[in-house]
């Protein structure tokens, strides 16, 4: 009667893990998106750091998923093949009389069970990270911090859980759920689907979907951060991530060398009443930009190839919520997921797929595939790997985007992946077209075409993501 | 490893005429390397007219005026690639190139000569604020979409910028049938070339608005219009002087910028004012035997100061090869003061080949009336009446063997009363 055991709300990179980690056991599992592919809300946008796990509330939730995420992503990022730096992190303290704030980060730290902490003196810090202030007067180092691809890390996990037989639904909508019998049917403005069991990432969304079965109401504020990103070329200003001493709405503004090399700055914190308004403004471009420079003094900003905001889920509770609700049987939440969710998706991924399958009383299947192959990043090869690969598939020698030198190859095998990419923007997240230094001006005409050609659309109705943005206007 | 004269990266107008006059100069062994599909660079998106007057005295579209060079190619046997990336260029002159057929291939040059054309500064670089939809494109963007592929990008449009690029595309998109609503221009004076204003706006009623500039995107999937807003002389937005536009398109012409990507893995060094590699007299670069031209050394407005200034360095690296090597003497530097931003070259050789030195040279704002000023150890060496200068059209005086001979240590090229 039910058409999946288990329906995961949104592809995000909890979504994803948890879909991935159902699908080792013996259950048919369906993740529906409301957006045209994987990775297209909160994942997308945010600072891409793996958290030591110093900062979380101890015995907290936040504590316990962020710890294992961390271990998890550095074990996943070798067999699910994404990007995953580990670079430490440094939180800054400017002030004597803030002493007691950076000691009591590192005894959280130490409660909660992370490793290798350390007090620096100011001198230890900028010996370390020269362009770090003058004015630091010591910092907590937290070696195990590490800085990991979003995108990369999404859909790895998306296109493993595929690999294990999870479905896909994307451009689908819940927009209602009730109870029926022993499962839920979700109304999702095209047909109903029927699940035994839900689990709920639904992000900004999270709490709707929560409210929906459930009496006991969450309430999720969107969080909107923007942040800043710098030419790679300037990109090693820092090699460890830097923050300063947190405040009461999070982590404060960092600097960072992402994974990919480019300069980091970001992100404040706004709440907003709409869950999609990922605007840019001057005031908080300027407040980034400002707070950014009391840590590392020089940034470059002149060298900004693109600002961008991300709205993440705060719950007023200020934990994650995770588990079963206790009013609603077979419903799952991860909600409230803001700050460190990054890290801790394949953590929380792997805690519900736990609760679900003991639930269904499912087993494990003894064919799950644990490890999947990313797409070959042709131009890190050597001469001799790439022309090898070259010989084998003459597209990967085309090279389309000349900032980031991505190659037709890549972007075909982007939208042929399963989840493939089905917008300009699904290619770009997946082989990096278009996030160099000329944000995509070059390769947008080369791109587009290879993507209605593969699609078999006609050109109008490439997108830049879902209906309605498309790039061309007939 | 094969080995080249000379190695010729980019096969637009600049790396034709390099080509070109490097052959003609007595070199038989010439490679260009191109990554588009066709020769030709970004003239073959330039379908509208105004190339050529000075080169070859008549009026040709770009399409037109690349065939010309491409025909000059072709007819003196010069090898060249197509779709063909060079991923590296060491300070050894060794050159790595990918393409399809071969894979990744390394080539030994000779000389070099770097014709690699420049790029569009995107919104991210711009500082504008709001939603992410699509609908916003760079002017050339925009122009190779509707001109190469045929595709129409936008019904209502609004262009920030008035670049050549924005200004040309302003007409093109209303000759499309789309509606351009307006023009905003940050500074005060436009970018672009007086000629463009006349005939891209002005014919067609567009408005211009000098010291606008675009504040906020509105519209999460496709652009749904734009906040312009007033600029004060620091060019901060006035706060109340907001207004909306409908709109469906964005198109940025806000400046260009050389391509020197392959410059800096060479070691080569880059002026901080043009972005481009710092030459001699010679258009050679800090790196031996690595000669730079067009758009990639500094960017032009007219194509045709492109070919002229790419045959000096086609001949010049061809001459290199010829010598082994060129000695290089003494230098004298050439700075840009008073009005002027800079100068190409930005230093010349006491024992200068050519008889004649072209420098070119841009200002920073609108000057009537003023002398253009060159001098070197207090001696007044050329002064130049000039009508009217504007940073949009591109500057140049001559300097001969005899005015050389005056000079005393570093010139300086300045305006003056």
């Not at chain 1, 595929?162 to 019998?181: D, M, P, S, Y």
């Not at chain 1, 700055?265 to 907003?272: C, E, H, I, K, T």
């Not at chain 1, 022309?387 to 190859?409: F, Q, T």
């Amino acid at each position: 009667m039910f058409d999946y055991d288990v329906c995961v709300i949104g592809a995000g990179a909890v979504g994803t893990a948890t879909a991935r980690e159902l699908t080792r056991y013996r259950l048919s599992v369906c993740v529906i998106e409301k957006e045209e592919d994987v990775c297209s809300g909160t994942s997308k946008a945010n600072s891409g750091i793996v958290h030591a796990g110093y900062d979380p509330e101890p015995g907290s939730m936040k504590a316990r998923m962020n710890l294992r995420g961390a271990e998890l992503i550095r074990k996943l990022s070798k067999n699910l093949d994404f990007s995953y730096r580990q670079n430490g992190a440094l939180v800054l303290c400017f002030d004597e009389a803030d002493r007691p704030g950076l000691d009591r980060l590192y005894e959280r730290g130490l409660r909660n069970g992370v490793e290798g902490l350390e007090i620096l003196t100011g001198e230890e810090v900028r010996k370390r990270e020269p362009a770090v202030s003058g004015d630091v007067v010591a910092a907590l180092w937290a070696p195990t911090s590490g800085v990991v691809c979003p995108f990369g890390m999404t859909f790895a996990f998306a296109e493993n859980a595929a690999q294990n037989g999870a479905e896909f639904r994307f451009l689908t909508e819940v927009k209602g759920i009730e109870k029926a019998g022993e499962g839920y049917v979700l109304h999702t403005g095209g047909e109903d689907i029927l699940a035994r069991f839900v689990v709920n990432a639904a992000g900004v969304r999270s709490a709707e979907m929560h409210n929906a079965v459930s009496g006991n109401r969450l309430e999720i504020t969107p969080r909107r951060g923007e942040y800043v990103l710098m030419d790679r070329e300037v990109g090693g200003l820092v090699s460890s991530t830097i923050f300063q001493l947190p405040g009461k709405m999070g982590k404060g503004v960092l600097v960072a060398q992402t994974v990919h090399g480019n300069l980091l700055v970001g992100p404040n914190a706004v709440d907003v009443e709409d869950g999609e308004d990922t605007e840019t403004t001057p005031e908080g471009t300027d407040e980034i930009k400002e707070r950014a420079r009391k840590s590392v003094p020089d940034i470059p900003y002149n060298r900004v190839i693109t600002g961008f905001a991300g709205v993440r889920a705060h719950e007023k509770g200020g934990d994650f919520i995770i588990g079963e609700i206790p009013d609603a049987e077979g419903f799952f939440d991860a909600a409230g997921i803001e700050s460190p969710g990054l890290t801790a998706a394949p953590a929380i991924g792997e805690y519900l797929a736990g609760l679900v399958a003991e639930k269904a009383g499912a087993e494990r299947k003894e064919d799950f595939i644990s490890s999947r192959r990313g797409i070959p990043q042709v131009a890190k090869l050597s001469p001799e790997e790439r022309s090898a690969l070259i010989a084998e598939r003459p597209e990967y020698g085309r090279i389309i985007c000349r900032c980031e030198s991505i190659s037709e190859g890549e972007i075909i095998d982007a939208i042929e992946r399963n989840p493939g990419a089905r917008s300009m923007d699904g290619i770009k997240r997946r082989v990096r077209q278009g996030m160099g230094r000329c944000q995509a001006g070059f390769c947008t005409p080369g791109a587009m075409d290879i993507l209605a050609e593969r699609l078999g659309i006609p050109v109008e109705k490439v997108t830049k993501n879902r209906p309605g943005s498309e790039l061309l206007k007939w | 490893m094969e080995y080249h004269d000379i190695v010729i990266i980019g096969g637009g107008p600049a790396g034709l005429a390099a080509a070109v006059s490097a052959y003609d100069a007595g070199c038989r062994d010439v490679l260009v390397i191109e990554r588009d599909e066709r020769l030709g660079g970004i003239l073959n998106q330039c379908i509208h007219n105004g190339f050529g007057l000075h080169t070859f005295k008549e009026e040709l579209t770009g399409p037109e005026y690349a065939e010309r060079y491409i025909r000059q190619a072709e007819e003196r046997g010069i090898k060249y690639m197509l779709r063909t990336i060079v991923a590296d260029v060491s300070p050894e002159r060794e050159i790595l190139y990918v393409n399809r057929d071969e894979g990744a291939v390394r080539v030994k040059a000779g000389a070099i000569v770097l014709a690699m054309g420049c790029r569009e500064r995107p919104r991210g670089a711009l500082g504008i604020h709001g939603y992410r939809p699509a609908g916003i494109y760079t002017a050339g963007t925009a122009q190779r979409l509707m001109n190469i592929e045929g595709y129409m990008v936008g019904r209502e449009v609004v262009i920030l910028g008035s670049g050549d690029i924005g200004l040309i595309m302003a007409r093109r998109m209303t000759l499309e049938g789309a509606k351009v609503k307006v023009v905003a221009e940050l500074m005060p004076y436009s970018g672009g070339l007086k000629r463009n204003i006349v005939q891209c706006l002005d014919d067609y009623g567009i408005p211009l608005r000098l010291s606008h500039t675009v504040t906020k995107i509105h519209g999460k999937r496709r652009v749904e219009g734009v906040t312009i807003s007033e600029v004060g002389p620091d060019r901060r937005p006035l706060p109340g002087t907001e207004e909306f536009y409908s709109c469906d398109t964005l198109l940025l012409s806000c400046g260009l910028i050389p391509e020197n990507e392959l410059s800096k893995q060479a070691g080569i060094t880059l002026s901080r004012v043009t972005g481009g590699p710092e030459v001699d007299d010679g258009l050679e670069t800090s790196a031996e035997g690595v000669f730079a031209c067009g758009n990639v050394l500094h960017v032009h407005d007219l194509v045709d100061f492109v070919s002229e200034e790419a045959a000096r360095a086609g001949r010049n690296a061809a001459a290199w090869v010829a010598e082994g090597g060129s000695d290089r003497g003494g230098e004298l530097p050439v700075t840009a003061e008073n009005g002027v931003t800079y100068t190409v070259p930005q230093r010349i050789r006491t024992d200068a080949h050519d008889e004649k030195i072209t420098v070119r040279f841009r200002v920073n704002g609108v000057y009537r009336d003023k002398y253009v000023a060159v001098r070197s150890g207090g001696a007044e060496i050329k002064r130049l009446k000039r009508r009217i200068m504007a940073p949009g059209e591109m500057e140049e005086l001559t300097l001969t063997g005899e005015d050389l001979g005056k000079c005393a240590g570093g010139i300086t090229v300045g305006l003056e009363d």
